[in-house]
């Protein structure tokens, strides 16, 4: 009898937030275009990741919503079972290179790091950084680079680079489940502000910013494409468009170049910040490194 | 009796230069009233077959990236951005048309995705190869106009 009220009460609760008029709104945006046809979970090894979850109030949005839900079924599933999911072979890659010994001071990552799947995990959900010796944020790409250069006397990755993408995939899968929870107070705060101030400047010849596609239009289409709330937590992520896995910046940079507009440099300033920041905006959704999308 | 064809000939040839140059109204000279432009950009009146092309072009007006339009459904993917235009004709008249197209902040406010088709923009981090140049023609715009003149219900 007490479970059996318990279980009602729950429902009730349920039912409560289900119908607010704003979650309301936010499923009917991407609902009503046909999304659910077919309901999936996302659950990846008996984990069930948190893909929608309700915003805090100082929100724009009234539901976070992660990208793989603005996808379509083919696309979802490849994300479901990590031999589906092609990431995995620039994962197995890091996963090797974090135990090969590189540089003048003849160590790897394991020789200070250990077991990767102890020390890395959460380290995916917090970044960017903030970085006191260096003064600002460092993106993960940054700190991996600080170690090869400044600990193992090794040669920087380029940031697009198969070996860096490996290792940010294998470092960022460590976390795969965990909400994400970047700071953006104390020194974060000033860039936490540039990004954001990024977010809605508009730029190139058609004049437009993140926040007209992503944030006034999520769920729509523009021609083929689904509009997302442009959430980060899958990156770096497997791209069917770029038939590889590609980091955030590169994202980014595609946007503005799809604008008309002259990207910023990866690994910029003006890019770590706009990381933070849009990081930010998805604060509790699970981090799905490596993900899968279109 | 040559020479004096020669010369009428080479004046009628200037003048229509002159003429027509005159008459496309440069972007930054387009007068804007109560949300309307009333003058031709090109100084003619448009051709509506072509602008049903650039309507539809993906390197030109790319309209579809946005609006849905029943006339080209034999077209794939109509985007959900913007409201359809089917029997926009209807809805608004051809000096209300021009000035969206023109700039469309202007007529929907400051928050409108909807790109100025006629505006030049190059201090926004413009690729060069945009710089001082519109999205569309004074031309293409009016063909288009032309053609949303057809959509009617």
Partial sequence: ?294 | MIPRMVWIASACIAAGVTAASAEVVAPDKVMMEDMTVGKSLSGQAGNPDEGRKVFASRKLGNCLACHANADLKNELFHGQVGPPLDGVADRWEEPQLRAILVDSKKVFGGQSIMPSFYRIINDQRTQEKFHNKTILTAEQIEDIIAYLKTLKE
């Fill in chain 1, 1 to 294: 009898m007490m479970k059996l009220m318990m279980a009602g009460a729950f429902a009730t609760v349920a039912a409560a937030v289900f119908v607010t008029a704003a979650a309301a709104q936010d499923s009917a945006n991407i609902g009503e275009q046909g999304l659910q046809t077919e309901p999936m979970e996302l659950v990846i090894d008996d984990e069930k990741m948190m893909t929608r979850v309700k915003a805090p109030a100082d929100s724009p949005f009234t539901e976070l919503i992660s990208g793989w839900e603005f996808r379509n079924p083919g696309t979802r599933k490849m994300e479901l079972d990590d031999f589906d999911n092609p990431a995995f072979i620039w994962v197995e890659q890091g996963e090797e290179l974090w135990s090969t010994v590189d540089g003048t001071e003849g160590k790897s990552c394991a020789t200070c790091h250990e077991d990767a799947s102890d020390s890395m995990k959460g380290v995916r959900a917090a970044f960017p950084k903030w970085d006191e010796a260096k003064g600002k944020p460092q993106a993960m790409e940054h700190q991996v680079n600080e170690c090869r250069t400044e600990r193992m006397g090794a040669d920087a990755w380029k940031w697009e680079s198969d070996q860096m993408l490996g290792m940010t995939a294998y470092v960022g899968l460590q976390s795969r489940g965990m909400p994400v929870q970047v700071e953006i107070d104390g020194p974060m705060q000033e860039w936490w502000q540039r990004g954001k101030d990024l977010y809605y400047q508009r730029v190139g010849q058609l004049d437009m910013s993140c926040a007209n596609c992503h944030e006034d239009n999520y769920g729509k289409m523009i021609r083929a494409d689904r509009l997302s709330q442009g959430q980060i937590n899958g990156f770096p992520t497997y791209r069917l468009k770029w038939q590889k896995i590609g980091s955030l910046h590169r994202r980014f940079k595609g946007c503005m170049q799809n604008i008309r507009a002259v990207g910023y440099k990866r690994g910029s300033d003006e890019f770590t910040a706009l990381e933070l920041y849009v990081a930010s905006r998805g604060q509790g959704l699970s981090v799905e490194t490596p993900a899968v999308r279109q």
